[in-house]
């Protein structure tokens, strides 16, 4: 009984870094995700052609290989910049290995977004005498937000269970952590952290679904 | 001169030119109703007087000032263009309301945020907001829907929304207000009620362009009818002369097609 306590400590202690992951990414890819969004929709050809192909390049390739790439690279390209040593060195290039791929992911659900907005919005927020920034904010922001919060909650949830890749460049996540008790033969802590998984995304799903119901007064 | 002087517009969208010179005037709190088959340029004209489309050649000169020359670009400035555009106001086919906002507060945004720009904002901004929110609910009771203030645009009919454009259009106060085929969008039942409106601001002597497809309305209210096709004025006049003693065939073809039914 001692041990099943023992076990569920440490694999809890080591779901905080998942947590951490999780946060971080969604702090820095949501924004970063809107100014892509912005550069993918700009007037200017050559911007825009660049952050489209770094937007297919990202979202083309698996997400474990860029961790690797991400954490290894600075060091096999003999680049100035390296990670630092440790712990730290790898949490901080899985965070930013997540940030760029989520945000590209983000920034496509917004740009989706922004362009179902008929452009009769613009028009009318125009006619009035509105600003470029009035009309944005006043006008066509909260229908684009009612229209992808379930595409955002979508890749939300996706990201949630994501976390477990950074695994892959020696981040102690609870997946890595119950795999060390199932090499020893102990095979149950692996199946417990499915339970860590769905209780963090029953939570999410609440929160999603009353977000969306708090845009639910309008129809766009 | 007159209070509106339209001169010499042109507009191509790529090697299609769908206004070819089209001049006309309009005085102080006249009523054009603007007639034509589709394609004929009207809502284009309407959307280069709001200044939705920049047109090519020509100018526009409200009450002596020149609100657009296309060949003077300091009248196109982004900053400019906004302060002229409120000399006219505009009434969309699908009314275009902000779905996320009352009623109440899809006539008087525009107007709030304008006032936030006013010196003495500050200073005065309860009673600034006060005044926005009454003359909104006064032209809300105007256009009949005083029982729909605290409603969301998708919570009532399309006859009531087109209401609320108006408006939400007369709530800058603009010298001429524009009407794109408002009532194209609603069934008959409804058309009625929006053109009652609009007659009823005639009758108070608001300087409008109407362009429509509601022949019978347009006789009714309107001082001059213009007929466009293929991006010219063909005809203009009274309602009693290009409706009654069309001078031209083309309008007389296209007006046939209406005496049918």
């Known amino acids: 009984m001692n041990e099943v306590l023992v076990i569920v400590g440490r694999l809890s202690e080591s779901f905080i870094l998942n947590c951490k992951l999780f946060i971080l990414t969604l702090l820095f890819a949501l924004p970063l995700g809107m100014i892509i969004a912005f550069g993918s929709m700009s007037r200017f050809y050559p911007l825009r052609w660049l952050v489209r192909t770094f937007v297919w390049v990202i979202r083309g390739t698996p997400l474990m290989l860029q961790l690797i790439i991400i954490f290894f690279g600075p060091g096999l390209l003999n680049m100035p910049f390296s990670w630092p040593s440790g712990e730290s060195g790898r949490f901080v290039a899985a965070t930013v290995a997540f940030v760029i791929n989520y945000a590209c992911y983000f920034s496509e659900i917004y740009r989706g977004g922004i362009e179902s907005i008929p452009v009769g919005q613009y028009e009318a927020g125009q006619v009035l005498g509105m600003t470029k920034t009035q009309i944005f904010f006043h006008v066509t922001l909260l229908q684009v937000i009612k229209r992808i919060v379930p595409p955002i909650g979508n890749e939300v949830i996706t990201l949630v269970k994501d976390t477990s890749l950074a695994r892959i460049i020696a981040n102690k996540e609870i997946i890595m952590m119950a795999g060390e008790y199932s090499n020893k033969g102990l095979i149950w802590p692996l199946f417990a952290t499915g339970i860590y998984f769905l209780v963090f995304v029953g939570g999410l799903t609440i929160l999603l679904n009353w977000v969306e119901k708090k845009l639910g007064y309008f129809r766009v | ?261």
């Open chain 2, 1 to 261: 001169m007159a209070f509106l002087e339209v001169k010499g517009i042109e507009k191509s969208f790529g090697t299609v030119k769908v206004l070819k010179k089209i001049d006309f005037s309009l005085e102080k709190g006249e009523v054009i109703a603007i007639i034509g088959p589709s394609g004929s340029g009207k809502t284009t004209l309407l959307r280069c007087l709001n200044f939705l489309e920049r047109p090519d050649k020509g100018s526009i000169i409200v009450n002596n000032e020149v609100i657009f020359d296309a060949m003077d670009p300091s009248t196109q400035r982004e900053s400019e263009v906004r302060k002229k555009r409120l000399h006219f106001g505009l009434v969309f086919q699908n009314f275009n309301l902000f779905p996320q906002y009352t009623v109440l507060k899809n006539v008087t945004l525009a107007a709030e945020l304008l006032a936030k720009e006013r010196p003495d904002y500050k200073q005065n901004k309860k009673a600034i907001l006060k005044e926005i929110q009454d003359r909104g609910k006064m032209l809300l009771s105007q256009v009949g829907l005083s029982d729909k203030l605290d409603c969301y645009p998708h919570m009532i009919s399309g006859g009531q929304q087109q209401r609320v454009a108006i408006a939400r259009a007369l709530a800058l106060d603009p010298d001429i207000l524009c009407f794109d085929e408002p009532t194209s969008a609603l069934d008959p039942e409804l058309t009625g009620e929006v053109l009652k409106v609009i007659k009823g601001l005639a009758e108070r002597n608001t300087t409008m362009i109407i362009v429509t497809h509601e022949m019978d309305f347009a006789r009714d209210v309107a001082n001059r009818v213009i007929f466009m096709d293929g991006g010219v004025i063909v005809e203009q006049g009274s309602p009693q002369e290009v409706f009654g003693n069309p001078k031209e065939e083309r309008t007389r073809q296209f007006l046939a097609r209406y005496k049918k039914h």
